[in-house]
């Protein structure tokens, strides 16, 4: 039998990639399938604070693993914001693309190059059980910042964020090419070993 882990998200697309990751050795489901509450309020100064606090909340009222993510994107010329506060960073309630018209329009009012925008993406994965944190897991991926948004695909920031050593977007890159180098994708590898020894009954 598929063991279940719970995402601690509402995010549908973050669920998703980590579904397509993880790939069968899981159940994946996210807060949209099931009353664990809605996503705890992240009040963290880090992105490690964030997942933990997102895991708890969530295994306290699950029956299983549950594992939550913090990530965002830290842009160089910006001093690393938005960073924690990339999901909100043009306030309360703003969706991707407002998120983006600020990066781009803070981005301009320094007056640096284009060329010198480098950025990353950051990942921190919290996996719980109960009221135990079970482990946490970093991943990072170096990049530049884009003068304007390109491609379809992915969410949030990925428009505008080409990873070191492409001259496409995250937007533009496949599923699997994306997930192959981003953040994310690196956290789960780096938490893949220890799910695995989660996957048998306790003793």
Not at 44 to 62: M, S, Y
Not at 81 to 100: C, L, T
Request: include cysteine.
């Amino acid at each position: 039998m598929t063991p279940r882990l719970l995402v601690a998200t509402a995010n549908r697309h973050k669920t998703a990639e980590i579904r397509e990751i993880l790939g069968g050795t899981w159940e994946t489901f996210d807060l949209h399938d099931h009353a664990a509450g809605a996503q705890a309020e992240e009040n963290g100064a880090t992105f490690e604070a964030n997942a933990q606090i997102k895991a708890l909340a969530a295994a306290a009222r699950f029956d299983g693993i549950v594992l939550a993510d913090d990530s965002g994107l830290e842009v160089d010329p910006l001093g690393g914001q938005p960073g924690v506060r990339s999901a909100r960073y043009a306030g309360p309630g703003a969706d991707d693309a407002a998120n983006r018209a600020r990066l781009l329009a803070e981005l301009r009012k320094t007056g640096i190059a284009p060329s010198e925008w480098t950025a990353r993406f950051r990942c921190v994965i919290a996996l719980a059980r109960q009221n135990e944190v079970l482990g946490v897991f970093h991943g990072t991926v170096e990049g530049r910042i884009g003068e304007k948004e390109q491609g379809e695909g992915g969410f949030g920031y990925d428009p505008l964020f080409f990873p070191d050593g492409f001259a496409l977007t995250f937007a533009q890159l496949s599923g699997a090419e994306k997930n192959a180098i981003s953040h994310r994708g690196r956290a789960l590898r780096a938490a893949a070993d220890h799910l695995e020894s989660l996957r048998s009954p306790r003793r």
